[in-house]
């Protein structure tokens, strides 16, 4: 049947006219409504566990139920999100293999210069998912009870102060180098491995203080390992409404909002990035995700897949300034 076709020119050119009418090849409406017709891949940079692994299995699980189709998440935490990045910039554009990412896929664009990938070229936006504020936060034994005493603390003793994240350019380390630049404080950055081990180099006393994402500072601050001082958001986390935020705390013009979110590779169907973005947003309103999402301190914040990209450009330039600001040489 085939070789018919290919000898048969006319016949040919008018199968094809009429694939293009019916939205095929993967681009038109036809594709969008038979997708998804196998599994999703859904890449992660981090472990397990983590609060962008969490937020994958919650929508992940949902897609899967509504579609039929499984989503299979697949973790690969090396290199802070460069592998899995790279993963997703090179694969099929067909909408079967996605990205997870946090603000940290920003802020690596913003610190490295060579990266493997165009941050802002090789993926396409489909929606942010999630906020998740990072509380910055002390040891009780450090002595201070808030941002102010915080930072008079640190400019009685330069040099002294460090501060740790999971890793150079990532975001929680620029939350922390901003706060540096808009407090006027000196403070040597410390990076780990992750999160819980830049978490447990505060109460230590290894280091001073650390941003991090309130689901891995809650527990900690309820049973008094550590003290929160502040949300580095533009509003108070739901989680911790008394916690004031770093600017409310006396810090003028901070604001550091992390985020969470799904991409695709480039040139992916906008109709299937638009299939997929409605479907995170419907999943998202459901009571038990936000149920689930709340008690993480993460606040769905669906957003369109223009909206997504337009957010994620305007985040990459934000760090570069920041990055600038704080007198670091990108590497």
Same mark, same amino acid.
């Given at each position: 049947?085939?070789?018919?076709?290919?000898?048969?020119?006319?016949?040919?050119?008018?199968?094809?006219?009429?694939?293009?009418?019916?939205?095929?090849?993967?681009?038109?409406?036809?594709?969008?409504?038979?997708?998804?017709?196998?599994?999703?891949?859904?890449?992660?940079?981090?472990?397990?566990?983590?609060?962008?692994?969490?937020?994958?299995?919650?929508?992940?699980?949902?897609?899967?139920?509504?579609?039929?189709?499984?989503?299979?998440?697949?973790?690969?935490?090396?290199?802070?999100?460069?592998?899995?990045?790279?993963?997703?910039?090179?694969?099929?554009?067909?909408?079967?293999?996605?990205?997870?990412?946090?603000?940290?896929?920003?802020?690596?664009?913003?610190?490295?210069?060579?990266?493997?990938?165009?941050?802002?070229?090789?993926?396409?936006?489909?929606?942010?998912?999630?906020?998740?504020?990072?509380?910055?936060?002390?040891?009780?034994?450090?002595?201070?009870?808030?941002?102010?005493?915080?930072?008079?603390?640190?400019?009685?003793?330069?040099?002294?102060?460090?501060?740790?994240?999971?890793?150079? %350019?990532?975001?929680? +380390?620029?939350? !922390? *180098?901003?706060? @540096?630049?808009?407090?006027? =404080? /000196?403070?040597?950055?410390?990076?780990?491995?992750?999160?819980?081990?830049?978490?447990?180099?505060?109460?230590?006393?290894?280091?001073?203080?650390?941003?991090?994402?309130?689901?891995?500072?809650?527990?900690?601050?309820?049973?008094?390992?550590?003290?929160?001082?502040?949300?580095?958001?533009?509003?108070?986390?739901?989680?911790?409404?008394?916690?004031?935020?770093?600017?409310?705390?006396?810090?003028?013009?901070?604001?550091?909002?992390?985020?969470?979110?799904?991409?695709?590779?480039?040139?992916?169907?906008?109709?299937?990035?638009?299939?997929?973005?409605?479907?995170?947003?419907?999943?998202?309103?459901?009571?038990?995700?936000?149920?689930?999402?709340?008690?993480?301190?993460?606040?769905?914040?669906?957003?369109?897949?223009? %909206?997504?990209?337009? +957010?994620?450009? !305007? *985040?990459?330039? @934000?760090?570069?300034?920041? =990055? /600038?600001?704080?007198?670091?040489?990108?590497?």
């Amino acid at each position: 049947m085939s070789g018919r076709f290919v000898r048969n020119t006319s016949a040919t050119g008018t199968i094809a006219a009429l694939l293009l009418l019916t939205g095929w090849p993967p681009g038109g409406s036809a594709y969008a409504q038979n997708y998804p017709a196998k599994p999703i891949r859904m890449l992660i940079g981090f472990s397990a566990g983590s609060t962008t692994d969490v937020l994958a299995r919650t929508v992940g699980q949902k897609m899967a139920e509504a579609w039929g189709q499984q989503v299979v998440v697949d973790n690969r935490p090396s290199a802070g999100g460069i592998v899995a990045s790279t993963t997703v910039a090179t694969a099929t554009a067909d909408g079967y293999t996605l990205l997870m990412v946090s603000a940290g896929h920003a802020a690596t664009a913003a610190m490295f210069t060579k990266l493997p990938y165009d941050a802002l070229k090789d993926f396409a936006g489909v929606s942010r998912v999630a906020n998740v504020p990072s509380i910055l936060v002390v040891a009780p034994a450090l002595g201070v009870k808030s941002v102010k005493e915080l930072i008079a603390l640190a400019k009685a003793r330069p040099g002294q102060f460090n501060f740790s994240s999971p890793g150079v %350019g990532s975001a929680n +380390h620029l939350a !922390g *180098e901003l706060f @540096k630049t808009l407090a006027g =404080v /000196q403070a040597v950055h410390v990076p780990y491995k992750g999160i819980p081990e830049a978490v447990t180099a505060v109460i230590s006393g290894s280091v001073q203080f650390n941003f991090s994402p309130v689901v891995n500072t809650l527990a900690l601050s309820r049973d008094g390992k550590l003290l929160a001082l502040a949300a580095s958001t533009g509003k108070r986390s739901a989680a911790q409404p008394d916690v004031p935020t770093v600017a409310e705390a006396g810090v003028k013009g901070y604001v550091f909002d992390p985020w969470f979110g799904i991409l695709a590779p480039a040139k992916t169907p906008k109709t299937v990035l638009a299939k997929l973005s409605g479907e995170i947003a419907r999943i998202l309103q459901l009571p038990d995700v936000k149920e689930r999402l709340l008690a993480l301190g993460a606040e769905p914040a669906p957003t369109t897949p223009e %909206g997504f990209d337009a +957010h994620i450009r !305007g *985040e990459v330039a @934000k760090y570069r300034k920041i =990055v /600038q600001d704080a007198g670091i040489k990108p590497e």
